[in-house]
């Protein structure tokens, strides 16, 4: 497999690449038309990178925070993590928690947001 394959098959245009992997765009195309060639250790560690993030472009650049709901705290941040599945369990972790401890108006619940787009929460029954 080369790197331009790898990268296509994460998803990544040759520019996303470029600045994920801190590479010069320049050298990454120079790379994959093989007007120069990548040192073979480096090009086996690029690709493996490329190969854990396979169909996952957006998770692996997403950041997830689990916020507090409600009163004072409202929008308070309690955990942060690029990892969706270990979000979506401290939030019900917290929701547990929390749910035993505190009553309206001062907490209402948690919400995980994501921060492509931190005005729309992600409910965790909807996840």
């Not at 994959?32 to 990178?49: D, T």
Request: hydrophobic share 35%; with cysteine; charged share 35%.
């Amino acid at each position: 497999m080369t790197i331009k394959e790898a990268r296509e098959m994460a998803g990544l245009s040759r520019k996303e690449m470029a600045e994920v992997f801190k590479i010069p765009y320049r050298t990454l195309q120079n790379w994959e038309l093989g007007s120069r060639g990548c040192p073979e250790w480096a090009e086996i560690l690029i690709i493996e990178k490329l190969q854990r993030m396979e169909g996952n472009k957006m998770k692996k650049r997403m950041r997830y925070e689990v916020c507090w709901v409600g009163g004072e705290r409202d929008g308070e941040t309690l955990f942060a993590t690029d990892d969706d599945q270990v979000a979506m369990e401290k939030a019900y972790e917290l929701i547990e928690e929390y749910d035993e401890k505190y009553s309206e108006p001062e907490y209402q619940g948690i919400a995980i947001f994501d921060c492509i787009d931190p005005n729309h929460p992600v409910g965790v029954e909807d996840w």
